[in-house]
């Protein structure tokens, strides 16, 4: 341990006048990548590229720190901007599910009630995205999770192959993903 200046050097790190911890920006990324996350807040040490950047942005780019952008979107904006080929706004979401079931009515049922919720939502554009995924994930030949979280609950997720949890199965209810 060396003391310079009131600063205190521990090798991979600093303590600053202040009592931060300032890590050396190598030393941070290996123990990132180590999986070794430090408890105290991690304060990357400044170097003369970072150094560059936040003198030039502060001098020249203001409204970036200190106004809002005006491309920031409203909630409902949000839910329309999904990116897919134009061609799954065409998708028939009735038509296009009942095609992977075995035509139990318990099944046909579920997809209906699920479909009905997805738009009282106004998450169609959502599931269309979803069918797009799962486009892209068998085609690409990708390898996907068991499942996670409330998403589990959704049937049409489990007939596009995003997840691995039949819901209906386990009579999961479709109204917890969708809250």
């Not at 909630?75 to 998708?91: A, G, L």
């Not at 318990?106 to 009282?120: A, F, G, M, P």
């Not at 998403?151 to 949890?165: D, E, G, T, W």
């Amino acid at each position: 341990m060396k003391m310079t200046n009131g600063i205190i050097n521990l090798g991979n790190r600093l303590i600053d006048d202040n009592g931060n911890v300032v890590y050396f920006t190598d030393s941070l990324i290996e123990m990132l990548y180590n999986g070794e996350i430090p408890s105290e807040i991690l304060y990357p040490q400044d170097d003369p590229d970072v150094v560059a950047f936040n003198k030039f942005s502060y001098e020249n780019l203001d409204d970036i720190y200190y106004t809002l952008p005006t491309s920031i979107k409203t909630t409902q904006e949000r839910k329309e901007d999904w990116f897919y080929p134009d061609r799954y706004d065409e998708i028939n979401f009735y038509e296009y599910f009942e095609k992977l079931i075995d035509n139990n009515e318990l099944q046909k049922n579920r997809i209906y009630q699920e479909i009905n919720l997805y738009k009282e939502k106004g998450f169609e554009k959502f599931l269309r995205f979803c069918i797009f995924l799962s486009d892209k994930i068998k085609e690409n030949n990708w390898v996907i999770g068991v499942g996670r979280g409330s998403s589990c609950a959704s049937y049409l997720l489990f007939l596009l192959k995003i997840h691995l949890v039949d819901s209906l199965k386990y009579n999961l209810d479709i109204k917890e993903f969708l809250k």
